[in-house]
């Protein structure tokens, strides 16, 4: 098994590709070690001293791992907890894994605007952050409020907030008059 391994924006988190499946859909956030209990594959990952988050894609893994860790020191081991992983033959999740396609529900007058936001969303903004090694899921609209989540390799990357200003607040203004600002939420 050979695992390529891509630099993301964000410098404390790298891109793991293993050349097969991780999720057959969605994605899935375990922002720490106690978020891991479901997935044998991130409480592999997690087991790697200095790991701070753990994201997956449909095929890739995204880690994180503490300032005060160099990647030099813990890559060989993420990939080879990843390796290990796949060659147990333990699924990557427990359980029913629910895809976090970030699909608030949201109903009442302003439902065809936040169709329209979803829409832009998985269409335009999903798959370019899904390069990078993260993903944006909608929490919620309020009076011409957007608000996003940002996961794995987004979370905490120092070009973040221009991400969302700059990019995506002024695609949705561009095609959504209604939408006037984008804000981070953090779950």
């Not at 793991?16 to 594959?41: C, H, N, R, Y």
């Not at 796949?86 to 007058?109: C, F, I, L, R």
């Not at 936040?114 to 903004?125: A, M, S, W, Y």
């Not at 993260?134 to 996961?151: A, C, E, K, N, P």
Request: proline share 6%; charged share 20%; aromatic share 6%.
């Amino acid at each position: 098994m050979f695992i390529q391994t891509e630099s993301t924006p964000n410098p404390a988190t790298l891109k793991f590709l293993p050349g097969q499946t991780v999720l057959e859909m969605g994605t899935a956030d375990f922002p720490s070690k106690e978020t891991s209990a479901k997935s044998p594959l991130a409480s592999r990952i997690f087991a790697v001293e200095g790991v701070t988050g753990v994201f997956f894609g449909i095929d890739f893994v995204t880690v994180t791992k503490a300032d005060s860790v160099e990647w030099d020191h813990v890559k060989p081991a993420i990939l080879g907890a990843i390796m290990e992983h796949y060659q147990s033959g333990e699924p990557v999740m427990e359980g029913d894994h629910k895809a976090d396609g970030g699909h608030a529900e949201h109903s009442g007058e302003d439902g065809e605007i936040v169709g329209q936001i979803k829409n832009l969303l998985d269409t335009r903004v999903r798959p370019a952050v899904a390069q990078d090694g993260g993903d944006i899921t909608f929490h919620g609209f309020d009076r011409g409020v957007v608000y996003l989540h940002m996961q794995g390799a987004c979370a905490g990357c120092p070009s973040s907030t221009l991400t969302l200003k700059m990019g995506i607040e002024n695609l949705l203004r561009h095609y959504i008059p209604e939408v006037v600002e984008v804000r981070p939420v953090n779950t």
